[in-house]
Protein backbone atom coordinates (compact mmCIF):
# COMPACT_ATOMS: atom_id res chain seq x y z
CA UNK A 1 0.00 0.00 0.00
CA UNK A 2 1.32 3.50 -0.92
CA UNK A 3 -0.70 5.23 2.10
CA UNK A 4 -0.92 9.02 1.80
CA UNK A 5 0.67 10.27 -1.84
CA UNK A 6 0.66 13.96 -3.25
CA UNK A 7 1.99 15.81 -6.24
CA UNK A 8 3.61 17.67 -6.98
CA UNK A 9 6.31 17.44 -4.62
CA UNK A 10 7.98 21.19 -5.39
CA UNK A 11 6.20 23.87 -7.25
CA UNK A 12 7.23 27.58 -7.48
CA UNK A 13 4.30 30.28 -9.04
CA UNK A 14 4.29 33.74 -9.70
CA UNK A 15 1.60 35.74 -7.67
CA UNK A 16 -1.68 35.65 -9.34
CA UNK A 17 -0.96 32.10 -10.95
CA UNK A 18 -3.13 29.04 -10.44
CA UNK A 19 -2.15 25.37 -9.04
CA UNK A 20 -3.72 22.24 -7.94
CA UNK A 21 -2.16 20.28 -5.73
CA UNK A 22 -3.49 16.33 -5.94
CA UNK A 23 -3.98 14.01 -2.76
CA UNK A 24 -4.58 10.55 -3.38
CA UNK A 25 -4.85 7.96 -0.24
CA UNK A 26 -5.64 3.98 -0.70
CA UNK A 27 -6.22 2.96 2.69
CA UNK A 28 -10.23 3.45 2.35
CA UNK A 29 -10.46 6.97 4.43
CA UNK A 30 -13.83 8.20 5.11
CA UNK A 31 -12.18 11.61 5.68
CA UNK A 32 -9.48 13.55 4.57
CA UNK A 33 -7.49 16.95 5.41
CA UNK A 34 -5.80 19.67 3.95
CA UNK A 35 -3.28 21.36 5.71
CA UNK A 36 -0.24 24.21 5.78
CA UNK A 37 2.77 24.10 7.89
CA UNK A 38 5.00 27.15 8.38
CA UNK A 39 7.94 27.81 10.41
CA UNK A 40 7.13 28.19 13.87
CA UNK A 41 3.81 27.13 14.15
CA UNK A 42 1.33 23.87 14.62
CA UNK A 43 -0.33 22.40 11.19
CA UNK A 44 -2.93 24.75 10.14
CA UNK A 45 -6.53 23.39 8.66
CA UNK A 46 -7.45 24.82 5.84
CA UNK A 47 -10.19 22.23 4.19
CA UNK A 48 -11.27 18.72 5.09
CA UNK A 49 -14.01 16.47 3.94
CA UNK A 50 -16.10 13.52 5.69
CA UNK A 51 -16.73 11.70 2.59
CA UNK A 52 -17.02 12.15 -1.45
CA UNK A 53 -18.76 14.81 -2.33
CA UNK A 54 -18.52 16.64 0.57
CA UNK A 55 -15.94 19.61 1.66
CA UNK A 56 -16.29 21.94 4.60
CA UNK A 57 -14.08 25.39 6.22
CA UNK A 58 -11.20 24.60 8.23
CA UNK A 59 -9.50 26.98 10.17
CA UNK A 60 -7.48 29.30 7.35
CA UNK A 61 -9.46 28.41 4.07
CA UNK A 62 -9.18 31.82 2.54
CA UNK A 63 -7.40 31.98 -0.83
CA UNK A 64 -8.25 27.98 -1.44
CA UNK A 65 -10.16 25.91 -2.80
CA UNK A 66 -10.93 21.82 -2.79
CA UNK A 67 -13.05 18.91 -4.70
CA UNK A 68 -13.62 15.49 -3.70
CA UNK A 69 -14.83 13.93 -6.32
CA UNK A 70 -13.92 10.42 -5.75
CA UNK A 71 -13.42 9.16 -2.31
CA UNK A 72 -9.69 7.84 -2.99
CA UNK A 73 -8.37 11.82 -4.27
CA UNK A 74 -9.21 15.36 -2.42
CA UNK A 75 -7.88 18.28 -4.19
CA UNK A 76 -6.38 21.58 -3.26
CA UNK A 77 -7.10 24.41 -5.68
CA UNK A 78 -5.04 27.74 -5.31
CA UNK A 79 -6.89 30.50 -7.56
CA UNK A 80 -4.67 33.18 -7.68
CA UNK A 81 -1.48 32.63 -5.39
CA UNK A 82 0.08 35.31 -3.13
CA UNK A 83 2.98 35.25 -1.48
CA UNK A 84 1.48 34.73 2.07
CA UNK A 85 0.64 31.16 0.42
CA UNK A 86 4.36 30.25 0.49
CA UNK A 87 4.35 27.18 2.51
CA UNK A 88 4.28 23.18 2.82
CA UNK A 89 1.14 21.83 2.21
CA UNK A 90 0.09 18.23 3.69
CA UNK A 91 -2.73 15.60 3.22
CA UNK A 92 -3.73 13.54 5.47
CA UNK A 93 -6.92 11.03 6.15
CA UNK A 94 -8.41 8.79 8.45
CA UNK A 95 -11.37 6.81 9.33
CA UNK A 96 -14.46 8.72 10.96
CA UNK A 97 -14.62 9.61 14.85
CA UNK A 98 -17.80 7.20 14.99
CA UNK A 99 -15.96 3.62 14.21
CA UNK A 100 -13.83 2.21 16.99
CA UNK A 101 -11.43 4.84 18.93
CA UNK A 102 -8.76 3.75 18.92
CA UNK A 103 -8.22 3.86 14.60
CA UNK A 104 -9.03 7.56 14.22
CA UNK A 105 -5.16 8.71 13.71
CA UNK A 106 -4.56 10.62 10.86
CA UNK A 107 -2.15 9.12 8.55
CA UNK A 108 -0.22 11.99 6.42
CA UNK A 109 1.31 12.58 3.06
CA UNK A 110 5.03 13.08 2.13
CA UNK A 111 4.16 17.23 1.44
CA UNK A 112 3.95 19.66 -1.16
CA UNK A 113 6.97 22.65 -1.16
CA UNK A 114 5.05 25.10 -2.43
CA UNK A 115 6.88 29.04 -3.13
CA UNK A 116 4.87 31.73 -4.43
CA UNK A 117 7.20 34.75 -5.82
CA UNK B 1 -10.35 28.38 22.78
CA UNK B 2 -8.41 25.20 22.18
CA UNK B 3 -4.64 25.33 22.23
CA UNK B 4 -1.66 22.78 22.41
CA UNK B 5 1.52 24.52 23.70
CA UNK B 6 5.14 22.68 23.60
CA UNK B 7 8.04 22.97 24.78
CA UNK B 8 11.50 23.57 24.95
CA UNK B 9 11.25 24.58 20.94
CA UNK B 10 14.64 22.72 20.97
CA UNK B 11 16.44 20.46 22.61
CA UNK B 12 20.06 18.73 22.34
CA UNK B 13 20.80 15.82 24.10
CA UNK B 14 23.98 13.53 24.32
CA UNK B 15 23.26 10.02 22.93
CA UNK B 16 22.29 8.13 25.93
CA UNK B 17 20.89 11.34 27.83
CA UNK B 18 17.47 10.35 28.55
CA UNK B 19 14.93 13.77 28.99
CA UNK B 20 11.62 14.42 28.72
CA UNK B 21 9.19 16.59 26.04
CA UNK B 22 6.10 18.70 27.16
CA UNK B 23 3.22 19.10 25.71
CA UNK B 24 0.40 21.46 27.43
CA UNK B 25 -2.69 21.61 26.13
CA UNK B 26 -6.57 23.06 27.01
CA UNK B 27 -9.41 21.74 25.04
CA UNK B 28 -13.27 21.95 25.91
CA UNK B 29 -13.41 17.71 25.77
CA UNK B 30 -10.26 15.72 25.44
CA UNK B 31 -11.13 12.82 22.74
CA UNK B 32 -7.42 12.21 22.40
CA UNK B 33 -4.01 13.48 22.71
CA UNK B 34 -1.83 12.58 19.75
CA UNK B 35 2.41 12.53 19.35
CA UNK B 36 3.86 12.12 15.85
CA UNK B 37 7.29 12.45 14.52
CA UNK B 38 8.41 14.02 11.60
CA UNK B 39 11.41 14.06 10.04
CA UNK B 40 12.82 16.92 7.60
CA UNK B 41 11.27 17.05 4.64
CA UNK B 42 8.80 14.22 5.29
CA UNK B 43 5.24 14.06 6.65
CA UNK B 44 4.13 12.96 10.07
CA UNK B 45 4.87 9.55 11.13
CA UNK B 46 1.79 8.63 13.93
CA UNK B 47 3.31 7.54 16.83
CA UNK B 48 0.65 6.99 20.03
CA UNK B 49 -2.80 7.85 21.07
CA UNK B 50 -3.87 8.18 24.33
CA UNK B 51 -7.24 8.91 25.68
CA UNK B 52 -7.12 9.29 29.38
CA UNK B 53 -5.47 11.15 32.20
CA UNK B 54 -3.08 8.05 33.84
CA UNK B 55 -2.92 6.06 30.30
CA UNK B 56 0.76 5.63 29.15
CA UNK B 57 1.84 3.75 25.77
CA UNK B 58 5.47 3.02 24.50
CA UNK B 59 7.61 1.79 21.57
CA UNK B 60 11.20 1.26 21.89
CA UNK B 61 12.84 4.31 23.19
CA UNK B 62 9.39 6.61 23.76
CA UNK B 63 7.21 6.33 26.36
CA UNK B 64 4.22 9.22 26.78
CA UNK B 65 2.47 9.41 29.78
CA UNK B 66 -1.06 11.70 29.60
CA UNK B 67 -2.44 14.12 32.39
CA UNK B 68 -5.43 16.13 32.38
CA UNK B 69 -3.92 19.48 31.39
CA UNK B 70 -0.36 17.77 29.94
CA UNK B 71 1.60 14.80 28.15
CA UNK B 72 5.10 13.97 28.33
CA UNK B 73 7.08 11.55 25.99
CA UNK B 74 9.82 10.43 27.25
CA UNK B 75 12.75 9.22 25.87
CA UNK B 76 15.11 6.99 27.22
CA UNK B 77 18.71 6.41 26.17
CA UNK B 78 18.16 8.26 23.16
CA UNK B 79 20.27 7.29 20.10
CA UNK B 80 21.04 9.79 17.15
CA UNK B 81 18.25 7.99 14.59
CA UNK B 82 15.72 9.37 17.37
CA UNK B 83 16.84 13.11 16.43
CA UNK B 84 12.96 14.71 14.86
CA UNK B 85 10.91 17.20 15.48
CA UNK B 86 8.35 15.82 17.51
CA UNK B 87 4.45 17.03 17.36
CA UNK B 88 1.73 16.99 19.61
CA UNK B 89 -2.24 17.37 19.06
CA UNK B 90 -4.94 17.25 20.31
CA UNK B 91 -9.04 16.04 19.15
CA UNK B 92 -11.72 17.63 21.50
CA UNK B 93 -14.51 15.65 21.58
CA UNK B 94 -17.25 16.37 19.03
CA UNK B 95 -16.78 17.27 15.51
CA UNK B 96 -15.10 15.93 12.91
CA UNK B 97 -11.97 14.07 14.14
CA UNK B 98 -10.34 18.05 13.87
CA UNK B 99 -7.03 17.81 15.26
CA UNK B 100 -5.44 21.12 17.06
CA UNK B 101 -1.77 20.69 16.56
CA UNK B 102 1.49 22.09 18.59
CA UNK B 103 4.24 23.86 17.03
CA UNK B 104 6.50 20.92 17.90
CA UNK B 105 9.76 20.04 19.56
CA UNK B 106 13.33 19.78 17.31
CA UNK B 107 15.36 17.39 19.14
CA UNK B 108 18.63 16.72 18.20
CA UNK B 109 20.73 13.89 19.51
CA UNK B 110 24.74 13.56 19.26
CA UNK B 111 26.84 10.55 19.37
Known amino acids: NAGVTQTPKFRVLKTGQSMTLLCAQD?????MYWYRQDPGMGLRLIHY???????AKGEVPDGYNVSRLKKQNFLLGLESAAPSQTSVYFC????????????????FGPGTRLTVL | EDQVTQSPEALRLQEGESSSLNCSYT??????LFWYRQDPGKGPEFLFT???AGEEKEKERLKATLTKKESFLHITAPKPEDSATYLC????????????FGAGTRLAVHP
Open chain 1, 49 to 55: SVGEGTT
Open chain 2, 50 to 52: LYS
Open chain 2, 89 to 100: AVQATGGYNKLI
Open chain 2, 27 to 32: VSGLRG
Open chain 1, 27 to 31: MNHEY
Open chain 1, 92 to 107: ASSYPTYRVSSYNEQF
